[in-house]
């Protein structure tokens, strides 16, 4: 379930504009899907950095006064769901450093998958680290750089960081925008007038009113002051390994990634998955808000009448892990509730994303057999999850997998309380992202697969 798993965050950033902060604070709201544990915007007028992080949502950690005194013409803000490091207000982003050429900011959207390693070397040479963050490596090889120009500088330390990030990094005068060689996250370019502006998702270059420009290619930077955009490669171009998850659910459905409408999209993983597991029933039910698109889908494509079965509280926010089976099933029944009348007596379809652990499925299929539901038949979106993420995803190791626990679709049916439970195969996933499956590398399939872009470093 989608409640089941979390994307790691979002970046924004702009370059040019007298009102950087306040266009900064509207692009992570439009990105807070996110991450809603942190955010944090820093800010420089040409000569000094003003900064303010906090733990919470966008509008709990700024208010107006603090915007104010963030002025500025370039910035770099962050949303965050900690996968690396604590959930502390010291791994909160864009992280600020002080190096021997001034000012240094961060923010980083994925996993560096050999950080571990990096981070080992660093202390035995003297490095001292303030936070428990991946991403602190990146500053720590720039202040340590032979080259001391920061133009010089940021594009060369992109050969030593593997794995997947969407970048910004900022100084006084400059910003740095890059994406890994394998794309794995999305990071698009925007303009308003003479500003230059980059986000994780087109939704945020809407938000303020940016006219999209183009996605950042996968091992590409781009330098961006006074004198214009400079770009250039740290990787040779390689096939996109974008992380399908974007697709299925992490994007908001109103982005478009690449040239592909993520609605478009979702709304034909329904359509194949109603090819691929047809049944009978008398209304198409979405888990909300992420699955209604592939629900309706499904709905047009099985001729079966989709409804609002289930409704989602959107004043619920973060849930956490209760103390009892009881405070648990009262946690969702916080988050849903049933409209009895659409689901009593009827043979229901359930479309959902993805099924992680299988827990909150369980829950929600016993809420609409408890609203009257004469049959549930579960449909899932996307593929058997079957291996974790090792590039910016909170998800289980592969143990506490829902697909690596039963051994067949029945089982897991059966396991959820569900009549049947199907899932879209791999191939209609591909299909639907418009990929040739015989070039299906150019799509991070790998918790569906086992198949991983880059080496893991687990050793």
């Given at each position: 379930?989608?409640?089941?798993?979390?994307?790691k965050?979002?970046?924004f950033?702009?370059?040019?504009?007298?009102?950087?902060?306040d266009?900064?604070?509207?692009?992570?709201?439009a990105?807070?899907?996110?991450?809603?544990?942190s955010?944090?915007i820093?800010v420089s007028?040409?000569?000094?950095?003003?900064?303010?992080?906090?733990?919470g949502?966008?509008?709990?950690?700024?208010t107006?006064?603090?915007?104010?005194?963030?002025?500025?013409?370039?910035?770099?803000?962050h949303?965050r769901?900690?996968?690396?490091?604590?959930?502390?207000?010291?791994?909160?982003?864009?992280?600020?450093?002080?190096?021997?050429?001034g000012?240094?900011?961060?923010a980083?959207?994925?996993?560096?998958?050999?950080?571990?390693?990096?981070?080992?070397?660093?202390?035995?040479?003297?490095?001292?680290?303030?936070?428990?963050t991946?991403?602190?490596?990146?500053?720590?090889?720039?202040?340590?750089?032979?080259?001391?120009?920061f133009?010089?500088?940021?594009?060369?330390i992109?050969?030593?960081?593997?794995?997947?990030?969407?970048?910004?990094?900022?100084?006084?005068?400059?910003m740095?925008?890059a994406?890994?060689?394998h794309?794995?996250?999305?990071?698009?370019?925007?303009?308003?007038?003479?500003a230059?502006?980059?986000?994780?998702e087109?939704?945020?270059?809407?938000?303020?009113?940016?006219?999209?420009?183009?996605?950042?290619?996968?091992?590409?930077?781009?330098?961006?002051?006074?004198?214009?955009i400079?770009?250039?490669?740290?990787?040779?171009?390689?096939?996109?390994?974008?992380c399908?998850?974007?697709?299925?659910?992490?994007?908001?459905?109103?982005?478009?990634?690449?040239?592909?409408?993520?609605?478009?999209?979702?709304?034909?993983l329904?359509?194949?998955?109603?090819?691929?597991?047809p049944?009978?029933?008398?209304v198409?039910?979405?888990?909300?808000?992420?699955?209604?698109?592939?629900?309706?889908?499904?709905?047009?494509?099985?001729?079966?009448?989709?409804e609002?079965?289930?409704i989602?509280?959107?004043?619920v926010?973060?849930?956490?892990?209760?103390?009892?089976?009881?405070?648990?099933?009262?946690?969702?029944?916080?988050?849903?509730s049933?409209?009895?009348?659409?689901?009593?007596g009827?043979?229901?379809?359930?479309?959902?994303?993805?099924i992680?652990r299988g827990t909150?499925?369980?829950?929600?299929?016993?809420?609409?057999?408890?609203?009257?539901a004469?049959?549930?038949?579960?449909r899932?979106?996307?593929p058997m999850?079957?291996?974790?993420?090792?590039?910016?995803?909170d998800?289980?190791t592969?143990e506490?997998?829902?697909?690596?626990?039963?051994e067949?679709?029945?089982?897991?049916?059966?396991?959820?309380g569900?009549?049947?439970?199907?899932?879209?195969?791999?191939?209609?996933?591909?299909?639907?992202?418009?990929?040739?499956?015989?070039?299906?590398?150019?799509?991070?399939?790998?918790?569906f697969?086992?198949?991983?872009?880059?080496?893991?470093?687990?050793?």
């Amino acid at each position: 379930m989608a409640s089941e798993m979390q994307e790691k965050c979002g970046v924004f950033g702009i370059f040019n504009h007298p009102k950087a902060a306040d266009l900064t604070y509207y692009g992570l709201h439009a990105l807070q899907h996110r991450g809603q544990e942190s955010a944090g915007i820093v800010v420089s007028d040409g000569k000094t950095f003003r900064h303010h992080r906090g733990m919470g949502l966008v509008t709990q950690v700024f208010t107006r006064d603090i915007l104010d005194g963030l002025s500025g013409n370039m910035a770099i803000g962050h949303v965050r769901y900690s996968t690396s490091g604590e959930s502390l207000l010291q791994n909160a982003q864009p992280l600020v450093f002080k190096y021997s050429e001034g000012d240094l900011a961060v923010a980083h959207n994925g996993n560096l998958v050999n950080a571990r390693i990096e981070r080992d070397v660093l202390q035995q040479q003297g490095s001292i680290f303030q936070t428990t963050t991946d991403t602190e490596i990146i500053a720590h090889f720039i202040a340590r750089s032979r080259k001391k120009r920061f133009e010089e500088a940021a594009p060369d330390i992109l050969t030593r960081i593997d794995g997947s990030f969407a970048l910004l990094i900022m100084t006084e005068k400059q910003m740095l925008i890059a994406l890994d060689r394998h794309g794995l996250r999305p990071l698009s370019l925007g303009r308003i007038g003479e500003a230059v502006v980059a986000a994780s998702e087109t939704c945020a270059l809407n938000a303020v009113d940016a006219k999209f420009w183009r996605d950042v290619e996968p091992g590409e930077w781009l330098l961006v002051d006074e004198n214009g955009i400079q770009t250039g490669r740290f990787a040779p171009k390689e096939e996109l390994s974008l992380c399908s998850f974007e697709f299925v659910y992490f994007a908001r459905p109103d982005s478009v990634i690449h040239g592909r409408s993520i609605l478009s999209i979702r709304k034909e993983l329904g359509q194949i998955l109603a090819k691929e597991h047809p049944t009978q029933a008398d209304v198409v039910v979405a888990v909300p808000d992420s699955s209604i698109p592939a629900a309706i889908g499904f709905a047009q494509q099985s001729g079966i009448p989709y409804e609002m079965g289930l409704i989602k509280n959107p004043y619920v926010g973060r849930s956490f892990i209760e103390p009892t089976q009881e405070l648990r099933e009262l946690a969702v029944r916080l988050k849903l509730s049933t409209v009895q009348e659409i689901l009593e007596g009827k043979r229901v379809v359930l479309v959902d994303d993805s099924i992680v652990r299988g827990t909150t499925s369980k829950r929600i299929v016993q809420l609409i057999r408890q609203a009257g539901a004469k049959e549930v038949h579960v449909r899932i979106s996307s593929p058997m999850v079957r291996n974790p993420c090792f590039y910016g995803i909170d998800m289980p190791t592969k143990e506490e997998l829902f697909a690596n626990r039963h051994e067949h679709e029945r089982a897991m049916g059966q396991a959820i309380g569900a009549d049947t439970l199907a899932f879209l195969s791999t191939e209609g996933l591909l299909e639907a992202v418009d990929v040739n499956l015989a070039e299906s590398s150019n799509r991070c399939i790998a918790c569906f697969s086992g198949a991983y872009p880059t080496e893991l470093y687990l050793k």
